[in-house]
């Protein structure tokens, strides 16, 4: 099968080729690596703590909810807190936790918060005090939530939200939905933040983004967004949890995250986390280093998958969901012999621009297809700088096209004009 | 080979769990699958369907238009889903409150009397047990050994004691699916 | 020759900075800081402290005690505060917060976070008046006072009732001291110490929530000079928000 992640690095290139030879992975997995540490080891600050405490070398391959590998994931993570509040179509993130009860196995905390509101302001204050904290919710929560994650950003705190969408705007729908992109990635909250935000497309990969969100969030500190879909939350899919790491001590915290607010020791000034800085001249300072920081993170963190592109000459650009039902259009078409290849963002930011761009010049035209009314679509247009024709398909308020309905407008882009 | 399957009835039926034990089958037999339930208020009730796919590649959409095989256990999930059986594709259904039976001469289409004798014999909980030993006695995608350590995998360990008598109701679906011909 | 032997009866706290406050003269807030300062350093939990800012007059209090802060969004300090709490329950957390942030945008973080009995003491600056913003309405402003958003008096057809939140939370099970104080006089600020230190002493013991509510003034919100602003305190907010222990369930434990 002809897919390729890419990244910056080269040497993470050739390894995530072998990830999608099947034999290869298995073997790594005998070996006993998660899939993201497989993945991502060469770029991820490293954790003294992933030798520690290996539960079993040979991990069990399990069948999932999404929604329950987010959980899980979290807890072999050695995540040190959840703070939610009930919402459809998330809500087994909270249920399963609950169940697992890991407060008396590795001591994570699990709260059910009074609101959205509090739980993630739950979340802000764990991450100041340095621990790996997360929450999670679905669309009009998300919402609730933005004034915390605005904080969050200004405060340069990391932490992990779960956003499994739902067809809005207002109480909307509780059916599956990407209509939150502009939400999540240009801004949400007030004021000039970037949110890093990855679109697991599988339940492996709702697994292996709880491991790779906290990593870039610490890496950065800065808050990072998994953001899915009911789709990608409610189905079963086989997958493999990453190795259960202990939790960090406070000592580890203290050396790994010396801006942690966990007591002041008489030898160290104050550690005070506030995003309020009335001094317009020390503030735009503030500013300037949070985008010194986005374009670091734009630079090296861009991720995505390409999926039968290399002669391909036209493209569907899909995320998450909208990507797994692509990839069938995709088949679909070349069986009857179009040349079209499927991109797929895995970071919605960092966008994958540089890639994308990469197309100029080999592809006729794009189709964007979005459970939304075209959303996206306007990154894509960027990246590609409106040269390669772009059209929009989706659905809207719950609605999932199938993969025929897709096809017959896949197959519209060789005859109709733009 | 990849199948593509739809399994659709009431709430409360275990249409979701049937679909469950399936993927779950599939997955001890190192087979790719993937498993999309319907979701929200009308699981309770209303009607409520599931996709499994399960196969040998990476599996790309659990969205669906057509189905390799339809499991029907109620009229509306009929009405919805008949049409959607690819030509050649099968349909099994039960006969127990449907009132118009399905019409298409493009597919193979089976029924089984699966409520009626849960009800009759007593074991109205292994009903879903019996749809399913109906379809694998006509579609073996998964073995039966497989089926019942998925089940096993699947329920608490204080219901494991039911497996025998699940294990009995598969093979008592299989006797009772029959071929109906347009 | 006689010899003089100096003996030290007052000093500023160890914990308290050299930075400039920015509250204004007469300011209730400087005291109760200082009050916290020396319970922090004289419990010996300067190490072990983290405290809440809230958003209000207060939002830099952070900026004049030198322990670890976290400066919370408005009304949030309670969710903060539950965190910090639950994932280091060997440290000491509160939160300090005046009426706008805990007893209207707040709520509902105040009353879960009791609800739950969090091991947290939180410290309530009542002055009835939103000072930061300019000396708009609080929902603690009395009947008739007249604030830039009430500027007839506070109305109940309009504004509704003062709302007594500490009485409030003294109803629910999660809390094990529930007080109120001021320190205007000498011996006010005693007493707020001592509610304050037994306070502190609860959360470490996890015997769930404390709250002092401090009665307080506000000189610039009230248009009135410092000593005016006390006098009118004594007068009008004392009668509505009586000092005193309005429950305690900490010594039989």
């Not at chain 1, 790996?132 to 705190?157: D, H, N, Y």
């Amino acid at each position: 099968m002809n897919v390729c992640v890419f990244f910056q690095n080269s040497a993470i290139n050739n390894l995530c080729a072998a990830f999608f030879h099947k034999k290869a992975f298995f073997k790594a997995i005998l070996q006993g690596f998660s899939i993201s540490t497989l993945l991502f080891s060469e770029k991820v600050v490293p954790l003294p703590s992933v030798t520690r405490n290996v539960l079993s070398m040979t991990e069990e391959i399990k069948l999932l909810k999404g929604n329950e590998a987010i959980a899980l994931a979290a807890i072999r993570y050695g995540a040190d807190g959840y703070f939610g509040y009930p919402i459809t179509p998330q809500s087994e993130i909270m249920e399963t936790l609950m169940e697992e009860m890991p407060w008396t196995t590795t001591g994570m905390v699990v709260l059910q918060a009074e609101s959205e509101v509090a739980a993630i302001n739950m979340v802000y204050g764990g991450a100041a005090c340095g621990k790996r904290v997360m929450t999670s919710s679905s669309s009009p929560g998300i919402s609730l939530k933005q004034e915390g994650i605005s904080f969050m950003a200004g405060g340069e705190l990391p932490g992990l939200i779960v956003n499994v969408m739902r067809g809005g705007p207002g109480l909307g729908t509780i059916q599956p939905s990407q209509s939150d992109y502009f939400q999540t990635v240009k801004g949400g909250g007030h004021g000039d933040y970037k949110l890093i935000t990855l679109a697991p497309a599988s339940v492996q990969e709702m697994a292996d983004h709880v491991v790779l969100a906290f990593d870039l969030s610490f890496k950065y500190r800065n808050p990072a967004m998994i953001l899915t879909d009911g789709v990608i939350g409610q189905m079963m899919e086989k997958v493999i949890l990453p190795p259960q790491r202990a939790r960090r001590t406070d000592d580890e915290i203290r050396k790994e995250c010396p801006w942690a607010a966990l007591g002041k020791p008489a030898n160290r000034p104050p550690n005070i986390h506030s995003s309020l800085e009335l001094d317009s001249q020390r503030m735009e300072q503030n500013n300037l280093r949070f985008q010194a920081k986005y374009r670091q993170i734009e630079a090296n963190e861009t991720r995505g998958e390409e999926y039968r592109c290399e002669d391909a000459e036209y493209l569907i650009v899909a995320f998450g969901s909208a990507a797994r039902i692509s990839q069938k259009v995709v088949d679909m078409a070349r069986a009857k012999g179009m040349k079209i290849g499927l991109f797929r963002p895995i970071t919605l930011y960092p966008f994958p621009v540089r890639e994308l761009y990469s197309y100029v010049g080999k592809i006729k035209k794009i189709l964007c297809l979005e459970l939304n009314a075209g959303q996206m679509i306007e990154d894509v247009k960027l990246a590609v700088e409106c040269r390669i024709p772009t059209i929009h398909y989706g659905r809207l308020g719950g609605i999932i096209p199938t993969p025929q309905e897709v096809l017959d407008k896949v197959e519209k882009l060789q005859t109709e004009q733009q | 080979m990849q199948h593509e399957i739809i399994i659709a009835g009431f709430g409360g039926q275990g249409v979701l769990s049937m679909g469950k034990i399936l993927a779950y089958a599939g997955l001890i037999e190192g087979k790719e699958v993937a498993w999309f339930p319907s979701y929200g208020p009308e699981q309770r009730g209303g009607t409520a369907n599931v996709t499994v796919i399960i196969g040998e590649e990476r599996i790309s959409s659990p969205i669906l238009n057509e189905f390799d095989i339809a499991i029907i256990l109620n009229q509306p999930s009929l009405e919805k889903f008949e049409p959607t059986v690819k030509i050649g594709g099968t349909l099994i259904y039960d006969g127990y409150g449907i009132q118009q039976a399905p019409v298409r001469n493009d597919i193979h289409i089976y029924e089984i009397d699966a409520m009626n004798t849960a009800n009759d014999e007593g074991i109205s909980k292994a009903f879903n047990m019996l749809v399913l030993g109906g379809l694998l006695k006509i579609a073996p995608i998964v073995s039966i050994e497989s089926i019942l350590s998925g089940l096993k995998k699947s329920l608490p360990e204080r219901h494991h004691k039911f497996l025998p008598m699940n294990e009995q109701a598969i093979k008592r679906g299989m006797s009772l699916v029959k071929k109906i011909t347009n | 020759m006689t010899t003089v032997t100096e003996t030290t009866v007052y000093q500023k706290p160890r914990l308290m900075n050299d930075n400039p406050m920015h509250y204004c003269p007469g300011c209730s807030h400087g005291v109760v800081h200082k009050l916290l300062a020396e319970v922090i350093d004289e419990m010996g939990l300067a190490e072990k402290t983290i405290g809440i800012a809230p958003v209000g007059c207060a939002v830099f209090a952070y900026n004049y005690l030198d322990i670890d802060w976290i400066e919370a969004a408005h009304g949030r300090a309670p969710a903060v505060a539950t965190a910090a709490k639950r994932l280091n329950p060997d440290k000491m957390v509160f939160t300090y917060q005046g009426d706008g942030d805990l007893a209207a945008i707040g709520t509902a973080e105040t009353i879960h976070a009791c609800n739950r009995g969090e091991n947290i003491v939180i410290v309530f600056i009542n002055n009835a008046i939103y000072g930061m913003t300019g000396g708009q309405m609080a929902p603690t402003t009395l009947l008739d006072m007249k604030t830039s958003t009430c500027p007839y008096g506070r109305n109940i057809a309009l504004n509704g009732y003062p709302l007594k939140i500490t009485e409030l939370l003294a109803h629910l099970k999660g809390t094990c001291l529930v007080a109120r104080e001021t320190v205007h006089t000498a011996a006010a600020i005693k007493r707020s110490k001592k509610l304050l230190q037994r306070a502190f002493a609860n959360a470490m013991a996890g015997k769930g929530t404390s709250i002092i509510e401090i009665v307080s003034t506000c000189a610039s919100g009230w248009k009135m000079t410092p000593d005016e602003a006390n006098q009118w305190m004594v007068a009008n907010m004392l009668p509505f928000y009586p000092t005193g222990i309005i429950k305690d369930e900490t010594t039989n434990s």
